[in-house]
């Protein structure tokens, strides 16, 4: 499965972005889903999961109640809608792909490029 993360940007604190995961190939309903983030000097962090079918999804604490994880397997494409943005959200943000899901970032198998998201105060 070959992943391709994009719409970070630049936002203010309190705005909202969506991103977005396109993957490749017919197999990706198979694949559980994640989202991550990295900032600068620090280690990867989980954000978000969500199963195969779309019908479970686990947060991290940071975001949760403010981000959404979901996905089309019809589009191959997976999403992390994020509100209520915060300085302390700024990074680099990873999807990635696994047969089962899981909040540990080595687990992982595919990985798209990363997209930077700003929040500005």
């Known amino acids: 499965v070959q992943l391709q993360a994009s719409g970070g940007g630049l936002v203010q604190a309190g705005g909202s972005l969506r991103l977005s995961c396109a993957a490749s190939?017919?197999?990706?309903?198979?694949?559980?889903m994640g989202w991550f983030r990295q900032a600068p000097g620090k280690e990867r962090e989980f954000v978000a999961t969500i199963s195969w079918s779309g019908g479970t999804t686990n947060y991290a604490d940071s975001v949760e109640g403010r981000f959404t994880i979901s996905r089309d397997n019809a589009k191959n494409t997976g999403y992390l809608q994020m509100n209520s943005l915060k300085p302390e959200d700024t990074a680099v943000y990873y999807c990635?792909?696994?047969?089962?899901?899981?909040?540990?970032?080595?687990?992982?198998?595919?990985w798209g490029q990363g997209t930077q998201v700003t929040v500005s105060s």
């Open positions: 990635a792909a696994k047969r089962g899901m899981s909040t540990v970032v080595a687990a992982y198998d595919y």
């Open positions: 190939g017919r197999t990706f309903m198979s694949y559980a």
